[in-house]
Every structure is written in structure tokens, then in C-alpha cells.
């Protein structure tokens, strides 16, 4: 659990700092999906849903590293390329915790024990409310998309406390 809350920190904070054409990540998004092929792995025995989002986590984590490697180039990519990446990039960050809350869930049920799941399913709704209106506002007016993704980041901090919530029952339970 603690490598899916670390992976979904790396995946869900996104610092950037650019210099003209060349964008750098400081919290790159490759290294939380690394670090989610890992926890599901180690999970997979508990939770059938963990062991069928391996391959598809292990596709974000090579689209995550070629995004990363175009955002250090400074050349020139098309804008029609670039909303296909952001329109995929977007299915794989919401499908991805979709399915991880889904495995949380399960387990809740399997050991008929509270992992935050109602709160993380929650969380995650609001998550996928807050990326498509900033999509919408980004297309509209770009202060607007300026407070959505203030209240995305507060989101994600909801998000990632609900996580370590979770990561913390299940790292206190020793009979699992």
C-alpha cells in the first residue's frame, strides 16, 4: 500500500518548471506508475483487480516517459498530437484509480474491514469532475482554469490523505 500512495503522490502532483521550449518535471509521473506496477504486484495475490491493471499501468508508464522526453525537447509538436496525448493521458489517470479503488473496495469486503474506500471513490469522482472542467475551462477562459486547478490540487491532497489513511489500516492489520 505504501508504493501505491507514493505512486499516486508522483502521479496526482505535477510540478513544472520551464525554461522557453523545455518543460522539466520535478515530480515525474513515470516514477508514480513505476512505483504503482510495483504495489499492485505485491498486492495481486490479495486482489484480482490489482493483477489485471498491471499491463495497463505498465502502458502509463511508457506513455508517461515518452511525455516526459517530448516535454525536454524543445522542438515543435502539433497541437492535434498534443491533445491526443493529453486526451490519453487523462483515460490512463482516471481509469488507473478507478480500478485501484475498485481493488480497495474488494479487499474491504474480502476482510469485512474499512480501507477508505467510500472516501477514496469520492475523492476520485471529484478528481475526474475537476480534469474534465479544466479541459472545458482551458478551451474558455484561462483564469477560470486557473481556479479549477486550484481546487484539483485540493482534490488531490484529499485524495492522497485518504490514501495514506488506507495505507495505514492495512499496514497496522498483521492477519492480511
Known amino acids: ?23 522539466i518535471g520535478l515530480l515525474p509521473s513515470f516514477i508514480g506508475y513505476i512505483l504503482l506496477v510495483i504495489g499492485f504486484g505485491g498486492l495481486s495475490d490479495r486482489c484480482e483487480n490489482y493483477r489485471k491493471i498491471i499491463p ?7 506513455y508517461s516517459i515518452i511525455v516526459y522526453i517530448l516535454d525536454l525537447l524543445p522542438m515543435g509538436v502539433s497541437d492535434d498530437f498534443l491533445i491526443i496525448l493529453g486526451i490519453v493521458g487523462l483515460i490512463l489517470q482516471m481509469y488507473i484509480p478507478y480500478e ?65 489513511g488506507c495505507k495505514n489500516t492495512y499496514c497496522n492489520l498483521r492477519t492480511i
Open 100 to 164: 485501484m479503488i475498485a481493488g480497495i473496495k474488494g479487499l474491504e469486503k474480502k476482510y469485512d474491514l474499512e480501507f477508505y474506500g467510500d472516501q477514496l471513490s469520492i475523492c476520485w469522482k471529484m478528481s475526474v469532475f475537476c480534469y474534465v472542467a479544466l479541459y472545458i475551462a482551458l478551451c474558455l477562459f484561462w483564469a477560470l482554469a486557473i481556479v479549477v486547478s486550484l481546487v484539483g490540487w485540493v482534490v488531490s491532497f484529499f485524495f492522497l490523505s485518504a490514501m495514506n
Open 56 to 62: 495497463i499501468t505498465k502502458v502509463a508508464v511508457a
Open 1 to 23: 500500500m505504501k508504493k501505491l500512495l507514493w505512486g499516486l503522490f508522483f502521479i496526482l502532483l505535477n510540478l513544472t518548471i520551464t525554461a522557453g521550449d523545455c518543460k
